[in-house]
């Protein structure tokens, strides 16, 4: 089979899959990107993330991570919510409405890998979805899934940037896309709407004051400087994506794994105060919001009920 016609097969089938874009880079390093990592590192920027300081050459070349790999597969899925949580409530991040992404990311990646083999036939190729030291916005800004923002997450033209990104990567040689330019102009919206300014400069994040590393990736308490600044978050944070114009493209997905969770986004501040953990372990089986745990999330209300405890009266 041609190249041409085996990439343009492959990618009706992730369309199929439920894939709402795809894009293919070369396996090759990544020597600009890698710059910009090491300097976020040495910065300290990732503060307590020490898992991105480990396999630096593999993250930033997929031949050291995947042997003979000539491409690199792009995947985007969209997670738009068709409902939102009720006004003055405790957040949570709408990509953890439903079921954990890497799971359904990951399985629809499998049948896609499956489908190559049966048309090609002795193929390796293996699919990520954070599972491995891969960059993945790198690697989608390289396919021309979209630009990254100035709040560093992918924006696409079309679904703006409440999607997930996966990747195959693989042996087999496709047709490459490339990337497209950036359309944030002048805008500045997200940097000038974040609460605890994590975002330091245009494309530059400090996740050391981002909300979202500390109502889930932060295991310790989380510093005095912010119990003014959460906003009500209690799992992630959507701020600066919810600002952005180009997320007024945003549509509802069609997955139904991404169906909100029972009685979320109904939940008053009075429920998320008094839910328990027998009531957390039902509700968020096989969810995101499992990350932070029970005792995580209970620190988080309580850091957020001491900033605002006139709402909080039940």
């Given amino acids: 089979m041609l190249k041409f016609e085996l990439t343009s097969k492959f990618k009706s089938k992730a369309k199929e899959i439920g894939f709402d874009f795809i894009g293919i880079s070369k396996a090759e390093e990544l020597t600009s990107e890698a710059l910009d990592l090491e300097k976020f590192l040495s910065e300290k920027r990732h503060g307590s993330m020490q898992w991105l300081e480990n396999n630096f050459d593999k993250r930033i070349d997929p031949t050291k991570l995947f042997q003979g790999a000539k491409s690199v597969v792009s995947f985007g899925l969209n997670y738009y919510p068709e409902a939102l949580q009720t006004q003055n409530t405790y957040k949570i991040s709408k990509y953890a409405y439903g079921r954990d992404y890497h799971k359904v990311l990951k399985k629809k990646l499998i049948e896609l890998v499956k489908w190559l083999q049966s048309e090609v036939g002795d193929v390796n190729a293996r699919a990520f979805v954070d599972s491995a030291p891969v960059m993945d916005k790198a690697w989608a800004k390289r396919s021309g899934l979209g630009w990254i923002g100035k709040h560093t997450n992918l924006i696409n033209r079309n679904l703006g940037s409440f999607f997930f990104i996966g990747e ?11 990337p497209i330019k950036d359309y ?3 805008c500045t919206k997200c940097i000038d709407a974040c609460p605890t300014d994590a975002l330091t400069d245009p494309y530059k994040i400090d996740a050391t004051k981002c909300i979202s590393y500390l109502t889930i990736e932060l295991k ?26 180009w997320n007024k493209n945003s549509k509802p997905n069609f997955e139904i794994d991404f169906k909100p969770k029972p009685n979320i986004l109904n939940y008053s501040k009075y429920d998320w105060e008094n839910i328990t953990e027998e009531i957390f372990n039902l509700t968020f089986s096989g969810s995101a919001v499992k990350r932070t745990k029970f005792s995580g999330l209970k620190r988080n209300i309580d850091l957020n009920k001491k900033v605002n405890p006139e709402e909080n009266s039940g």
Avoid: L, R, Y
């Avoid at 310790?220 to 919810?242: H, V």
């Fill in 168 to 178: 195959i990567i693989t042996d087999v040689e496709f047709e490459c896309d490339g």
């Fill in 184 to 186: 944030c102009g002048t």
């Fill in 220 to 245: 310790e308490n989380i510093a005095t400087e912010f119990k003014s600044k959460m906003e009500d978050w209690i799992f992630g944070c959507d701020i600066c994506q919810d600002v952005c114009p």
